[in-house]
């Protein structure tokens, strides 16, 4: 399973654009890359995932470049209330189950 | 739409006392799988069911035992609680076949071992 790094925490304000870049450079043909945030007292929500170049969907976008030993997470135009973990997870989805590792995620703060 | 469900909430136990957790979901989920949250930390996996009547070890599964006697519920025992065992519990479930389908998680279950 490859191993990701994302910075430890981020502050932000509310407006702003935020990007969360995660590291995987053990990353394997067959995984995806997927975002999960978790506000506090909560589970672990999905957020986005994707395998190549760039997905986007209500809440966020996901880059990724064309070696893919990394990802970046954009949130535009955060508010308070993106104030939460944010983790990165790479795996292979192929056969529908997850061994999902979870690192310590990013705490993204969202100030007024 | 309950999605998943953790019980109970909140648990203080003793030293050596056992328990079970309960997690029961309502999306006809192939997958289940039991995680524990440690301060600071991310999730770890601790057990994991494929389908009903089938159970695997995750990352750290000692000190734990599961149990899928029905599809929708997937039971996570201590027989002997210990203090290390204090943590954040969380259950996530899964659709089965079909590619890529993101884990639905409970809302935790908070176990504090004195």
């Known amino acids: 399973l490859a191993k990701t790094t994302q910075p430890i925490s981020m502050d932000s304000y509310e407006g702003q654009e935020v990007n969360i870049t995660c590291s995987h450079n053990?990353?394997?043909?067959?995984?995806?890359i997927t975002w999960y945030q978790q506000f506090p007292s909560q589970g672990p929500r999905f957020i986005i995932q994707?395998?190549?170049t760039k997905v986007t969907n209500e809440v966020a976008s996901l880059f990724i470049p064309a070696d893919r030993k990394s990802s970046t997470l954009s949130l535009p135009r955060v508010s308070l209330s993106d104030t939460a973990v944010y983790y990165c997870?790479?795996?292979?989805?192929?056969?529908?189950?997850?061994?999902?590792?979870f690192g310590t995620g990013t705490r993204l703060l969202v100030s007024p | 739409n309950a999605g998943v469900t953790q019980t109970p909430k909140f648990r203080v136990l003793k030293t050596g006392q056992s328990m079970t957790l309960l997690c029961a979901q309502d999306?006809?989920?192939?997958?289940m799988y039991w995680y524990r949250q440690d301060p600071g930390m991310g999730l770890r996996l601790i057990h994991y069911?494929?389908?009903?009547?089938?159970?695997a070890k995750g990352e750290v599964p000692d000190g734990y035992n599961v149990s899928r006697l029905k599809k929708q519920n997937f039971l996570l025992g201590l027989e002997s609680a210990a203090p290390s065992q204090t943590s954040v519990y969380f259950c996530?479930?899964?659709?089965?076949?079909?590619?890529?389908?993101?884990?639905?998680f409970g809302d935790g279950t908070r176990l504090s071992i004195l």
């Open positions: 053990n990353i394997a043909t067959n995984d995806y």
């Open positions: 997870l790479v795996g292979d989805m192929g056969t529908g189950f997850q061994k999902l590792v």
């Open positions: 996530a479930s899964s659709p089965g076949t079909g590619g890529y389908r993101p884990q639905h």
């Open positions: 999306m006809n989920h192939e997958y």
């Open positions: 994707g395998y190549k």
């Open positions: 069911s494929v389908g009903e009547g089938t159970t």
